[in-house]
T-cell receptor, first 114, second 112 residues
Framework: QKEVEQNSGPLSVPEGAIASLNCTYSDRGSQSFFWYRQYSGKSPELIMFIYSNGDKEDGRFTAQLNKASQYVSLLIRDSQPSDSATYLCAVNPNLYSSASKIIFGSGTRLSIRP | EADIYQTPRYLVIGTGKKITLECSQTMGHDKMYWYQQDPGMELHLIHYSYGVNSTEKGDLSSESTVSRIRTEHFPLTLESARPSHTSQYLC???????????FGPGTRLLVL
């Protein structure tokens, strides 16, 4: 079992709809969670991070964390064609260790159709 | 915006040549990373460093080597390039306890 799992997609969503991206992780003690966006041929860029259970909103993006069920999701409201990209989920298994590093999932490819 | 730089951005080189990919960051981050990524594929961690004089191999076996003599600089070297090394190489950095990784623009390597 991979430490961070994502559906590879592609996920096709009509313009203006809500895109929902999901990620599960295996280490129950994981402390912090990140969503990155990667356009084709470009490097990943941070969208947002979340530490606490519940929702965190930033503009059209909402991250949702459920530690009991070990999943984190990203909602994109009012999807735009410019949101078409691969979305990477990343998990930090141990916030309190100087030797920790985040672990990336393999990414979900999102396509917004006009 | 993250201040992390990679050079060259594109490199076409013949088999057997020695190459060094440069990565520098001006954020004072203690941790640095090298990832390899083929088009449309997932990120693979090949090297990382927790600080000066600290280097570790990542999850994906790589014939490359790295060094970390200065905090801001984390070069990757291939002693003898082969066509199988053709890929995109991404450098990233983070600060301990926070761990958010910031990526450089990447180096696209083509070995003929």
């Amino acid at each position: 079992q991979k430490e961070v799992e994502q559906n590879s997609g592609p996920l096709s969503v009509p313009e203006g709809a809500i895109a929902s991206l999901n990620c599960t992780y295996s280490d129950r003690g994981s402390q912090s969670f990140f969503w990155y966006r990667q356009y084709s041929g470009k490097s990943p860029e941070l969208i947002m991070f979340i530490y606490s259970n519940g929702d965190k909103e930033d503009g059209r993006f909402t991250a949702q964390l459920n530690k009991a069920s070990q999943y984190v999701s990203l909602l994109i409201r009012d999807s735009q064609p410019s949101d078409s990209a691969t979305y990477l989920c990343a998990v930090n298994p141990n916030l309190y260790s100087s030797a920790s590093k985040i672990i990336f999932g393999s990414g979900t490819r999102l396509s917004i159709r006009p | 915006e993250a201040d992390i730089y990679q050079t060259p951005r594109y490199l076409v080189i013949g088999t057997g040549k020695k190459i060094t990919l440069e990565c520098s960051q001006t954020m004072g981050h203690d941790k640095m990373y090298w990832y390899q990524q083929d088009p449309g594929m997932e990120l693979h961690l090949i090297h990382y460093s927790y600080g000066v004089n600290s280097t570790e191999k990542g999850d994906l076996s790589s014939e490359s080597t790295v060094s970390r003599i200065r905090t801001e600089h984390f070069p990757l070297t291939l002693e003898s390039a082969r066509p199988s090394h053709t890929s995109q190489y991404l450098c990233a950095s983070s600060v301990s306890r926070e761990e958010t990784q910031y990526f450089g623009p990447g180096t696209r390597l083509l070995v003929l």
